[in-house]
Structures are given as structure tokens and as C-alpha cells.
């Protein structure tokens, strides 16, 4: 199908789409990558660690030190094409065990609640807006606008493509009377004219015609889902920028060697998929997986484990240079640990992301898009566009 | 006549329900995580009342105490306020043992039997009978909200039950939770926040939601340690550290769930027996349960529980942020009346702020619904099988009771609810009226009841589905509409038959306005 519209993002010489996972919850980073060297984590874990590669159900070697958990085969294989990277020992310090208040800091990347008012997507956003942006920037795959986006001017919140109308759409007198009882004076005018005018273009565009390509074979979950519409939104060319998808129940207090493969071999089979399903088009798309905070580095008695600090984020896409687990380790010995007793961030997530908007999404200024933080040099983790 | 030419939106009830795209089976349920009268009245003119801060006429202060104490106007209820006046009306409602509501009591024992079943009852048939009770324990909480007449304790069972909110599809809560209904949350919804903080703890659905009956001497689990100073007393910001979350830990050591019975059980070979220091008390060795009883205590006495409690009280009454000195006002009541929660819906409800807030609340998804079955059904009308139109209504909303997965509750601020898909959601659902099997449960056609012409039609639509005064501008948009699709101007005479087949598209349309949303 012929594009109709200017495109905005995802093609050569303009900024890639960003598509950013979030792992509600607070993923456990030393299960997902295993930090099979250091004799420290198996000390720790005594419950629940994942064997060192070559044993039974052992990790899957990544680089000599860390290897992934057997669940989530698919991200080596895009860790092997040199597609995706992992950091480790990252995360936005924030200080807080909370999900709810880490959720918020990590969505306004701040370590400062003062900052809540506004996300980091959407000042990136807002600085980098133009007269010719199409109500499509910022799409979040969910029945409610996430914290990231807050700020943006109108972000969509799609729960789902298929059903995005109201009844048999198309600029009806129905659907023009009920705009007008939205003017623009009165609240939810702004969310009111963006689904509508959301539904006309949708229905023009149909991105539901869009089935997987290349054999992309989805999983069919949460996050299964939301991929799969975000692929169908980035192929309609409707000139979406930013695309938030969540993939919630991560939070593994109890019984985690029974629970987080099954998280982790979703989160690879869908991102093996819209890796897949992209094709060519993943050259402009990168893929941010992340987290609130880590897992304590001990287990619990529960065969489980508690709020931490330093986790894992992802980076997938064709700009990424990948095969690699950036950071460095701090360790896990007594006099390592954070409050000793969680992994400390090594790497700050800010100094990632900041290098990210710089040289992926094309963002002359990315340290206005952290409040209250100067970015520092982080691990060479793109290429510049 | 020509027929109008509103689109029909191309469902049927079984596509409807199926909307859920879940069905109602087990599986399927883990996975959906998925002043009356308005424009009438006689007498001397009043002054023009000035716009809420939406810009909007406002509602007249007997609808408005009824729109914020209750899931919806019922005629009933306005009946009600306008007959004792609004102080008299309040008052009634938070005395609420003197509503009888036997009537909506005994259409849930007989609709929902097993909303009201010990956790030992549930287990008899487990795990065949998951799916009744979920239905059952959703069932009954929307059928008291919708009908009860004791519409504000039912709001504030909805508040507490947010407050202290427990995921009901997660491992055996299905068994548990019903429990933590009618023993824990019912009880306690009207008495002191010690009470309901107290019974809470002890709730097996508590603990095992949040670990605690995982939580052994030596070996702490802290997760319901963390939550209960976060989000059930003190707020996150409520001047505690990490150690008060590992000291408050060790205290409730040996809290557990007796396996046979589904009963609270301490365990005092389980209990932590040192000495604990929690918010700089100290907490003497071999206290056993008193150790958390006591943490209780301190936390239910705190002022950041009084400041936080307040604050959520107010933030469900007033406004999503609310006025400061409403909150310390609030709060002091709090304080002085050892949380005694008739005594904060008091000084809540004197205040100009409850009084002068109308429109500053979005409606949440249940109020939606509420407000629409509030205004055309009563509790002995209603097809049998409601529980699933709810069902799949909210599941579609995404506020289905006891189904929000972490700890801290349904969001009650617009900027969750007010987003592109929450409207649009809404519109399509006015839009289901439409549809014949709907439109059963939603007899639209009371709303034009009377009605001789267009004018009328849109006016009496106003009044029964609003309760509010529309503005001129809004109504003329509305007139105009009608005008123009059916050829006809406002006065002509029309027949029943045309009025009742405009009825649906209509109320759609003013159910989609902000009238309908805003509070």
C-alpha cells in the first residue's frame, strides 16, 4: 500500500521510531542475563540460579561472563546477528523500592519527584516538534496513556487497532455533532478531537490488513500483542515516532525459577518476532526494553526475590551495535553490593538514553530531556545515523 | 417520514459481549488482565449560577451531593434530596444501618450465593467452581452499587476495597477474597480506619496476596511489610526507611493462613521473638502477635496515615487535587476522632470545597456504567444474566472490581481514565443502545417518554439522563442535528413510534458529552 502522508520517523536520514518495552513490575536482571563468573552470584542465590553454561538447564553463553537464562533462546540468536545489546548493572538511581513511585521517576527519567509533571518521551517530543507532525507521534499499545508520554501533546492511547471506532466511522454527522460538544475551551477537547480524527485516518490507513511478514510469528500475549500493532502502525506509515507497549508481571517475589521463564521466553519469541516482522525496516527502528529497578541480589526464602536496585535493559534494532552486555560489573561481594545488598547501577540509564536520542532519534539537544541531570558518556552502544 | 440516517454500529449482542474478546472462563479471565428537573421548575427566576470549571451550567447542589455519594443519580435518590434537603440527605446516607436495603440483599443472596461463602465452603468444589465465584463476588459488588440504597457506604466499600486492594485472579484468592468481602472490608467500611487496618492484616486474602503468610522468623518476606507502610498508612513519603520496612517485616513474622480452614493463623515457632524498633519505637522482645498488633496501632495513630488517608478521601470527593487546607482539615479530623470514618465524611461534606467542585471529578468507568443503569433500572427490573453485561462492559472500560493486578488500586485521577481509547470506548458503548438485546437492559425510550417533537425529545433526554441544565449553544448544536437529518424542524409534531426509534441515538449522544463524564 502506497503511503499518503509525510514521513515523520523510520526512514534513511530521518530519525528512527523508537519503541519502548516496559517490564512492569521490575524484572529480575541476574536471572534474565546471569552473571555466570562471578562465583559471588551462586553464594546469593543459592535457590535460585541459573546454572553456568554446559550444565543442565544452564545459561546460554553470551560472552564468557554472562550468559542468558535457557528460556529466552531467540535473544541470543538477535544478540549473535549483532542486533541486540544487553546493560547490565543499569537503571535511573532513583532511590526508591516502590513500584509505583520507581515506575513514575524511571518514566520521567529524574531521580527527583519534582519532575513527575512530565515524561521523558514526551519532552523529547516537545523539543522536537514541527509544524508538519501528524496526530500520530506518540501511540501508547494500551487503554491509558503511560507517564512517559505525559506532556506530548494528545498521545493516543490505542488498546486495540481493530476496535478503534465508533461503530461505522468515517465523519458521520453523528461523529461531527459529538466533536462539537467538544469545543475547545472545555476539557478532554484536545483527547476528543485526537480519537476522532485518530479514527478517520485509521480507518484509511486500516493497519489491521497488515498480517506479520517474513513468517514473524507473534506469541499470543500481552506483549505479543502490542508488537504486533506496533508493527502494524510503523508499516501504515501514518507517521508515528514513539510507541509504548507494556508487559506487566515481573514481579517475582515467590517461587521465580517456576514463573520467570515463562516471562522471559515471551519477551524473546516477541521480540524475535517484530525483529522478523520488520524486515528492512528495522534499520530505523530501535527497540528500548527496560524495567523500574532490579531484584535484590540474594533470594528469599520464598524462592523468590525483593526490590533491589541496578537490573538489565535491552536495545534492539538495526542501529544498535549489539552482541554485547555493556557496563561494568560491579561485583557482588560484601563491599560491592548497593546497601549491601543489592547490584549497584554502574551505568546510569539517562546516559544510555541521551546517546540514543542524539544519535537515533535525532535530537540536537538530548540533555533537555533530562531535567535536573547533565548525561555523561556511556558505553558505545549506536551508531550515528 | 424519512428515516434518519444515524449509523447503526455494527453489533449485536453476542459481538457486544464478545467485545471482552475473552468469553468468562478461567483462563480467559487471567488472560483480560488485561437539581432535578435540569431545565424545569417553576417560580421565580434564579440568578444565573456561574460555569464549573468545565464551562459547563452547573448541576444544582442537591444533584451534585448525590452525584459524588453515590455510583449515579437515581430519580429515587433526587426524589430523595429534594424532599429533606441536602444536610438531611447526607446525614441519612452515612447512617446508613438506617437504610433498609433488604430488598438488593436478598436479590444478591439469591443472584450471587457464593459472594458470601467461607474460604472452607469454596474449597469443597475447588477449582470447578472458580469461575462461579469470580462471577458471583463481581456480580454481587456491582449489584449493591448499582441498587443498594445505601449508595454511599457502597462507595466507600469501593474505596477501602481499592484502599486495601487485593487482585482477585491470583493463585487461591478466588477463595479467600470473598471472605475478605463480607467479613473484612463490609464490616468496616463505616467504623474507624484502626478497624479496617486491623482486620485487614489478619486477611487471608491479604496475606496471602501480598506474602506475608510466606513470612517466617529468620527468613522475612517483605513484601506486605513495604505495602502496608506505602500504601495502606503512611504513603511513600511518609517519613519511614528501609529498616522500618525489615523491622515492620520481622513483627509480622509468623502471620499466616491456617491451610484446612482458610482462617487467620499465627504461628509462634514462625515468630521472629527479638527485640524491633519500628519508626523509633522500640517494640519489646516476646511480644508473638502483639508485635504486629502494636505496629498497627503506631501506624493507624500516625499523622502521615491521617495526612494520607485524608488526602485519598478527599481526592474521591472533591477533586483529583484536592485544595490543601481541605486536606489538613480532613487530616485534623482524622486525628482528633481516631479516624473515625462517619466523622471524615462529616467534615469532608460541610466544606464549600465538596460543595463548589462540581465537574472537577471524571467519571471512572464504573460511574459510567453506574450512572447509566442508575438512571433507567431498579434492582427487581433487571434481566437475570446482568452480571455478564457488566462484565463485559467493564472488562472493555477496564475497571473490573478486585481486577487491577498490583497493590496500589484503580487510579482515581482523569489522567488515567481521561485517555483516546477510555473516550472512544465510552462512545461505542453509548452507541450500543442501539443494538435491540441492549437496549433490553437499557430501556432508552423512558427518556423520551412524553415527548410531541424534537425540542421535546432532546429536553426530556436532558433531564432523565443528565439531571442538569445544558447550554444553549449545546442544545441548539443538538436541535440542529436532529433538524437536519430527519427534514423536520423542532416543533412538528411527531408520533410515538419516531420518538422511541430516536431515543437510542440521542441519550448515545448526550451519554458521550461531557456532561455524562465530568462529576
Known sequence: MASTGTLAAGAAGLPDILVCVFQR??????????PYGDDDYYNLRTRIAVPPPGQVDGALDLDGFFGLHPAAPEIKTLYDMGRLAAIHATGVPHGSRSHFDAQALVEAAATDKQFLDTGWLARHLVATASPDDRPFRAVAISGAVPLSLLGAADPLAIDSIEQFGIGDAG?????????????????????????????????????????????????????????????QLIKSDLGVEVICVDVGNWDHHENLPAVLPGSLADLAAALNAFHTDMGNRM???????????????????????????GGCAYLLGGGVIGAQVAGSWPGLGPGDLFAGEDLAITTDLRDVLAQMLQRRLMNPDPAAVFPGYAPQPAPELFLAK | MKAIKVKIPPFDRRRFLALSGQGLGYSALVASLPGCGGSGGGGAPAPTPAPTPAGLPPASAEVLAVQRTSFGASQGALAEVQAVGIDA?????????????????????????????????????????????????????????????????????????????????NGVIPLLKPQDDFAVIRPNAMRSFAEILHASAKSPAMLYYLDNFLNFAGAPQENYARELLELHTLGVDGGYTEDDVKEVARCFTG??????????????????????????????????????ETVLDLLAAHPSTARFIATKLCRRFVADDPPGELVDEVAAAFEQSNGDIP?????????DAFRESGDMKLGRPMEFLGRLVRAFNGPTDFPADDARLYFAVLNILGQIPFYWIPPNGY???????????????????????????????????????GAMNLAEVIDSTV?????????????????????????????????????????????????????????
Request: aromatic share 10%.
Open chain 1, 25 to 34: 513490575g521490575a524484572a529480575d536482571g541476574m536471572n534474565s542475563i546471569v
Open chain 1, 171 to 231: 465523519g458521520g454527522s453523528y461523529e461531527d455533532t459529538l466533536q462539537a460538544l467538544y469545543p475547545d475551551d472545555r476539557p478532554y477537547a484536545g483527547v476528543a478531537q485526537a480519537a476522532l480524527t485518530a479514527i478517520e485516518e485509521l480507518a484509511i490507513a486500516d493497519p489491521s490488513q497488515y498480517s506479520p511478514d517474513n513468517g514473524a510469528n507473534y506469541p499470543a500475549s500481552q506483549l505479543g500483542g502490542g508488537l504486533l500493532q506496533a508493527g
Open chain 1, 283 to 309: 534499520e530505523h527502528i530501535t527497540v528500548l526494553v527496560q524495567t523500574e529497578f532490579g531484584r535484590r541480589a540474594a533470594d528469599n526464602v520464598s524462592s523468590g526475590t525483593d526490590h533491589g536496585t
Open chain 2, 89 to 169: 440527605f447526607l446525614e441519612q446516607q452515612i447512617d446508613y444501618t438506617t437504610i433498609d436495603d433488604s430488598v438488593v440483599e436478598a436479590e444478591v443472596a439469591a443472584r450471587f450465593p457464593l459472594a458470601n461463602a467461607d474460604p472452607a465452603t469454596l474449597r469443597n468444589d475447588f477449582p470447578n467452581n472458580f469461575q462461579n465465584i469470580v462471577e458471583d463476588l463481581v456480580g454481587a459488588t456491582l449489584f449493591r452499587e448499582f441498587f443498594s440504597p445505601r449508595q454511599l457506604y457502597e462507595v466507600m466499600v469501593e474505596f477501602w476495597t481499592n484502599h486495601f486492594s487485593i487482585h482477585l485472579i
Open chain 2, 255 to 292: 502471620w499466616t493462613i491456617d491451610q484446612n480452614t482458610g482462617q487467620f493463623l499465627f504461628v509462634p515457632i514462625l515468630h521472629d521473638p527479638g527485640t524491633k524498633v519500628v519508626l523509633g519505637t522500640v517494640i519489646p522482645p516476646g511480644g508473638g502477635i502483639t508485635d504486629g
Open chain 2, 343 to 351: 466523622t471524615l465524611l462529616r467534615t469532608l461534606f460541610a466544606s
Open chain 2, 411 to 449: 487510579p482515581d485521577v482523569a489522567g488515567y481514565w481521561g485517555s483516546t481509547s477510555g473516550f472512544l470506548n465510552r462512545w461505542r458503548l453509548a452507541l450500543a443502545l442501539n443494538v435491540p438485546a441492549i437496549r433490553e437492559y437499557f430501556p432508552v425510550e423512558q427518556a423520551v417518554a
Open chain 2, 463 to 519: 433531564d432523565f439522563v443528565l439531571h442538569r441544565e445544558l447550554a444553549a449553544e449545546d442544545r441548539e448544536l443538538v436541535l440542529t442535528w436532529l433538524e437536519d437529518e430527519l427534514g423536520i424542524d423542532r416543533d412538528v409534531p411527531l408520533d410515538a413510534a419516531t420518538v422511541d426509534a430516536l431515543a437510542p441515538f440521542v441519550v448515545a449522544l448526550f451519554v458521550s458529552s461531557p456532561y455524562f463524564q465530568l462529576r
